[in-house]
């Protein structure tokens, strides 16, 4: 059993930056890929970023390309999402999310962004951006 905890949220005012973590633990780290989600109060849950075992690949939502980093360290089996020029629209739970099933490379890029392609999610972590 993979189990996630994500940490790292919290308030802060537009512009502000927050740093998200996703640790890994009960199992070897080797997933295909990780990913971070959001959901908003009353709206469908949506992919944020994901990364590839070797980081060679990574994906973002458009809106939020030139403001959030994603990266990982196997070494230490956590996943982080570097949140800088929050906007209130940002606001919402985050979710780590892990691709454990064995998957074609050809595969993982048009696979990062769908929930269903993931085996493992975390709790959640609130963000809150005020204006």
């Known amino acids: 059993q993979v189990h996630l905890v994500e940490s790292g949220g919290g308030s802060v005012e537009t512009g502000g930056s927050l740093r998200l973590t996703c640790a890994v633990s009960?199992?070897?780290?080797?997933?295909?890929?990780m990913g971070w989600f959001r959901q908003a109060p009353g709206k469908e849950r949506e992919f944020v970023a994901a990364?590839?075992?070797?980081?060679?690949?990574?994906h973002y939502l458009d809106s939020v390309k030139d403001r959030f980093t994603i990266s990982r360290d196997n070494d230490k089996n956590t996943a982080y999402l570097q949140m800088n020029s929050l906007k209130p629209e940002d606001t919402a739970v985050y979710f780590c999310?892990?691709?454990?099933?064995?998957?074609?490379?050809?595969?993982?890029?048009?696979?990062?962004?769908?929930?269903?392609?993931?085996?493992?999610w975390g709790q959640g972590t609130q963000v809150t951006v005020s204006s």
């Open positions: 009960g199992r070897t780290f080797m997933t295909y890929f």
């Open positions: 990364i590839s075992w070797s980081a060679n690949t990574r």
């Open positions: 999310a892990v691709r454990e099933r064995v998957i074609s490379p050809r595969q993982i890029l048009d696979s990062m962004a769908l929930n269903h392609e993931y085996d493992y």
